[in-house]
């Protein structure tokens, strides 16, 4: 059974940052593309950030320049580097799993980023 451990997540003043790291295991060898979605109350869920085992990216462009995504392929961790929050960037972040950047099969629980002053 696939899994995705979020963790990261919490409370930070506009213009902060933070780092989410998501650890997963299972068999995950069909999943090229790992990275972060998130969701806000009341919004859809949407892409932040993804990247391939390759190094290839996609960015939302709210985050783009903002937020960095890195993988460690030997651990199957990846990251999310995010700098310069707004409070506009306060939802829960799922991490994720899937066969392309911007498809995503597997799930995590979410951990939930606040910015707020």
């Known amino acids: 059974q696939v899994q995705l451990v979020e963790s990261g997540g919490g409370l930070v003043q506009p213009g902060g940052s933070l780092r989410l790291s998501c650890a997963t295991s299972?068999?995950?060898?069909?999943?090229?593309?790992m990275g972060w979605y998130r969701q806000a109350p009341g919004k859809e869920r949407e892409l932040v950030a993804t990247?391939?085992?390759?190094?290839?990216?996609m960015y939302a462009d709210s985050v783009k320049g903002r937020f960095t995504i890195s993988r460690d392929n030997a651990k199957n961790t990846v990251y999310l580097e995010m700098n310069t929050l707004k409070p506009e960037d306060t939802a829960l972040y799922y991490c994720?799993?899937?066969?392309?950047?911007?498809?995503?099969?597997?799930w995590g629980k979410g951990t939930l980023v606040t910015v707020s002053s």
């Open positions: 994720t799993l899937g066969p392309r950047l911007d498809f995503m099969t597997y």
């Open positions: 299972g068999n995950i060898l069909s999943s090229n593309a």
């Open positions: 990247k391939t085992s390759g190094g290839n990216t």
